[in-house]
């Protein structure tokens, strides 16, 4: 494990608040739980795939205990509702294919549609590319339209599984700034789902 990367630790303004974004602490865990739990049953059901209402006390030690390495974790912090609520969380996980990386990224309710998926997305999205990642991908369902967006923003190409049209993989190539993304590379059998990032 690599020690906490508090050079990544960040002020941000958006839309006159002021956020922390830093990388997720184990310390981060009740918070973290509390975030899930105030996700809109929508949010929710685009995050995890299911109505989930809830995450178990073993899925949050997973979700705040990252190692900085195969696993990293951007979260945004607010004053409001309580000091040093999260407010956005954007992750990764290493596949089994060390190059690659899965991210999965939610932003509380109501600070959707205010540049925070974006600011999230565009620090895991470096921090990825300097540890050597060369390919970040994430499944979204296909009527993620927010999540779409996001991703086409971001220079993510969208590619579709024939034998699972509910879902849409969403691609980036992370090699040199620039280089094209990968089009036709194919996702691994056994590549770790979004739902079960840590
Ligand atoms: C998808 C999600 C992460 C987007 O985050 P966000 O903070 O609301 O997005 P941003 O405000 O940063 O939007 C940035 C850009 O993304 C695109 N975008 C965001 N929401 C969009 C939408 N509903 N439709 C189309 N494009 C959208 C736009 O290009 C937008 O730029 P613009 O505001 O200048 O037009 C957020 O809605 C969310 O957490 N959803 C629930 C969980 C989820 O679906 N996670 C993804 C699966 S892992």
């Not at 995890?48 to 190692?67: R, W, Y």
Request: with cysteine.
């Amino acid at each position: 494990m690599s020690a906490y990367p508090a050079d990544c630790e960040e002020e941000l303004e958006l839309h006159g608040v002021r956020l922390l974004i830093r990388p997720i602490r184990s310390t981060d865990l009740d918070e973290e739980l509390r975030f899930v739990r105030g996700l809109s049953p929508e949010s929710a059901y685009h995050r995890f795939f299911s109505p989930v209402h809830d995450i178990s006390l073993q899925m949050a030690q997973k979700f705040t205990e990252v190692d900085y390495e195969s696993s990293m974790a951007f979260i945004a912090l607010a004053a409001l509702p309580r000091a040093g609520s999260i407010v956005g969380v954007a992750r990764y996980i290493a596949k089994p294919d060390p190059a690659q990386c899965e991210f999965a990224v939610t932003i509380a309710d109501e600070w959707q549609h205010r540049g925070l998926g974006l600011a999230l997305m565009q620090r895991l999205i470096a921090y990825a590319r300097r540890r050597g990642f060369l390919l970040m991908e994430g499944s979204v369902m296909q009527d993620n339209a927010g999540m779409r967006g996001l991703g086409m923003r971001l220079g993510f190409t969208a590619h579709t599984d024939p034998e699972d049209p509910a879902t849409v993989t969403l691609r980036l190539a992370l090699g040199a700034k620039g280089a094209p993304n990968v089009s036709h590379a194919t996702t691994p059998a056994n590549a770790t789902n979004a739902t079960n990032l840590p």
